[in-house]
């Protein structure tokens, strides 16, 4: 395992997700390469799709996410690599007429690829592990029935609940750590994946 490769990798994952979150989309594009896609919780798409969303929703007063992350676990092959980064998401929110919070847990999975010399990120999909829903002033109220959050997926109800709450929609089948056979079958293609580049 090359140290060298390891820096350029970390440098690239945390310069994607600075980019996502200021919504600057030049330095965003550059950070993939053309053919990538990306499985988020509110698309799967290809590159251009998402960084297109990405720009239009910064200026639709989408409000601006906090993000911080942790430290990513490298994998290697030859030209390959694949990386899992701790995320959280936070940003605040109007429910039920009050000011709120909502923070996401996340694992993004990403699989990059040397090409010309030069890592790219060429798929992300992220993993959801749970989130917490509070009002930004405590001791407020943010008059949720607990019966509208019935049938909701643990591991992202409160986003769930909130997107639905403004009118919009979310998939049920989202990948999320409370089906964890859908998440492993993840971990094998991309253990797959890697394999390939040393065969």
């Known amino acids: 395992m090359n140290a060298g490769d390891i820096?350029?990798?970390?440098q690239l994952l945390l310069?994607?997700?600075?980019?996502?979150?200021?919504?600057?989309?030049?330095?965003?594009?550059?950070?993939?390469?053309?053919d990538a896609t990306v499985t988020t919780s509110w698309m799967?798409?290809?590159?251009?799709?998402?960084?297109?969303?990405?720009?239009?929703?910064?200026?639709?007063?989408?409000?601006?996410?906090?993000?911080?992350?942790?430290?990513?676990?490298?994998?290697?092959?030859?030209?390959r690599g694949t990386a899992e980064l701790p995320s959280t998401t936070t940003h605040w929110i109007t429910v039920n007429g009050t000011e709120a919070v909502l923070s996401?847990?996340?694992?993004?999975?990403?699989?990059?690829?040397r090409r010309q010399?030069?890592?790219?990120?060429?798929?992300?999909?992220?993993?959801?592990?749970?989130?917490?829903?509070?009002?930004?002033?405590?001791?407020?109220?943010?008059?949720?029935?607990?019966?509208?959050?019935?049938?909701?997926?643990?591991s992202y109800r409160f986003l769930a609940y909130t997107r639905l709450l403004s009118g919009g929609m979310i998939s049920q089948d989202l990948y999320g750590t409370d089906r964890m056979p859908a998440v492993e079958a993840l971990y094998a293609d991309d253990a797959r994946w890697l394999q390939e580049a040393g065969d």
């Open 117 to 154: 010399g030069i890592w790219r990120i060429s798929s992300l999909v992220a993993v959801n592990e749970s989130d917490t829903l509070a009002p930004a002033v405590p001791g407020t109220d943010l008059r949720i029935d607990p019966r509208e959050l019935e049938g909701l997926r643990h």
């Open 104 to 113: 996401s847990f996340m694992r993004l999975l990403y699989r990059v690829e």
């Open 44 to 79: 799967s798409s290809s590159v251009d799709e998402f960084i297109a969303d990405s720009a239009a929703g910064s200026g639709r007063n989408r409000p601006r996410i906090v993000n911080r992350l942790g430290g990513p676990v490298i994998r290697l092959a030859e030209t």
């Open 7 to 10: 820096t350029d990798i970390t």
């Open 15 to 34: 310069r994607e997700r600075q980019s996502r979150v200021r919504a600057v989309p030049d330095q965003l594009r550059d950070c993939y390469h053309p």
